[in-house]
T-cell receptor
Framework: DAKTTQPTSMDCAEGRAANLPCNHSTISGNEYVYWYRQIHSQGPQYIIHGLKNNETNEMASLIITEDRKSSTLILPHATLRDTAVYYCIVRVASDDKIIFGKGTRLHILP | NAGVTQTPKFQVLKTGQSMTLQCAQDMNHEYMSWYRQDPGMGLRLIHYSVGAGITDQGEVPNGYNVSRSTTEDFPLRLLSAAPSQTSVYFC??????????????FGAGTRLSVL
């Protein structure tokens, strides 16, 4: 798996867009970018994934740079319930080992 | 459709005791895995299975055993619990391979304290 680098923590005001960056400079052509989040004491929850095109679903948007070396998860209108640790994972979809890093702790400020 | 179910939710053990953490999924997923999460840290992979009868080690397998006799169940065994195994344990499952891009679904966790 390619390594990812995420900031340890970030703050965002409630109602604003939260932009969470992830660097994955050694990503391979067949590796996807996945995002999960973990709200306090709960099991991680899948958010979104992408290969090279930008993706959007009901939870978030994923912007992947053209060279695929970095990506940004966007929560368009952050609420207090979005306070969580966000994990960026890069891997081939068929990888047996799915390794989590330390993620970004996002604080939504009222 | 209950998803991934873990039991028990909480457990306190004494050093040297054994126990089994249960994990069951009803989504017909081939891939199942166990993670542990220590305070302030990310998830670390303990063991995983790509199908019934097949298991393999993750990042931190020592002190844990697994088996996969059915598609639905993937129990994690602590043969002789140690205080260092105090942690929150999460089970996850997915279709595996390219199916649905192998998105993982997690259980609610088991909080284990070893005294």
């Amino acid at each position: 798996d390619a390594k990812t680098t995420q900031p340890t923590s970030m703050d965002c005001a409630e109602g604003r867009a939260a932009n969470l960056p992830c660097n994955h400079s050694t990503i391979s052509g067949n590796e996807y970018v996945y995002w999960y989040r973990q709200i306090h004491s709960q099991g991680p929850q899948y958010i979104i994934h992408g290969l090279k095109n930008n993706e959007t679903n009901e939870m978030a948007s994923l912007i992947i740079t053209e060279d695929r070396k970095s990506s940004t998860l966007i929560l368009p209108h952050a609420t207090l319930r979005d306070t969580a640790v966000y994990y960026c994972i890069v891997r081939v979809a068929s990888d047996d080992k799915i390794i989590f890093g330390k993620g970004t702790r996002l604080h939504i400020l009222p | 459709n209950a998803g991934v179910t873990q039991t028990p939710k909480f457990q306190v053990l004494k050093t040297g005791q054994s126990m089994t953490l249960q994990c069951a999924q009803d989504m017909n997923h081939e891939y199942m895995s166990w993670y542990r999460q220590d305070p302030g840290m990310g998830l670390r992979l303990i063991h995983y299975s790509v199908g019934a009868g097949i298991t393999d080690q993750g990042e931190v397998p020592n002190g844990y055993n697994v088996s996969r006799s059915t598609t639905e169940d993937f129990p994690l065994r602590l043969l002789s619990a140690a205080p260092s195994q105090t942690s929150v344990y999460f089970c996850a499952s997915s279709y595996g391979g390219e199916v649905a891009k192998n998105i993982q679904y997690f259980g609610a966790g088991t909080r284990l304290s070893v005294l």
